[in-house]
Nanobody, 124 residues
């Protein structure tokens, strides 16, 4: 499956952005999906994940209540709604797809496919 992330940009602290990840190729609904981010000089970290049928969602503690992950399997698209953005949210955001079960949602090494990343910059 090929993944194309979009929707990043420059936003002031307290603002919102909605990231999208368009999937093509194999059946999108066969994959658990996740968002990760990587800030300059830091390791890639888990942000949020969602199971194949949207039954379960998972968030890193720092994103709970601010970010919402969702997917539309009919449109082969994954979303990340980010509200109340903070300067520390500045990073390149990546979407990823995982075929294996059980769904190891926070383990980046378990994901099979990655998008190219979209830059989010939050100014103070």
């Amino acid at each position: 499956v090929q993944l194309q992330a979009s929707g990043g940009g420059l936003v002031q602290a307290g603002g919102s952005l909605r990231l999208s990840c368009a999937a093509s190729g194999r059946t999108f609904s066969s994959y658990g999906m996740g968002w990760f981010r990587q800030a300059p000089g830091k390791e890639r970290e888990f942000v949020a994940a969602i199971t194949r049928n949207s039954a379960d969602t998972y968030y890193a503690d720092s994103e709970k209540g601010r970010f919402t992950i969702s997917r539309d399997n009919a449109k082969n698209t994954l979303y990340l709604q980010m509200n109340s953005l903070k300067p520390e949210d500045t990073a390149v955001y990546y979407c990823a797809a995982q075929a294996a079960t059980p769904f190891r949602y926070s383990a980046s090494a378990r994901y099979d496919y990655w998008g190219q990343g979209t830059q989010v910059i939050v100014s103070s």
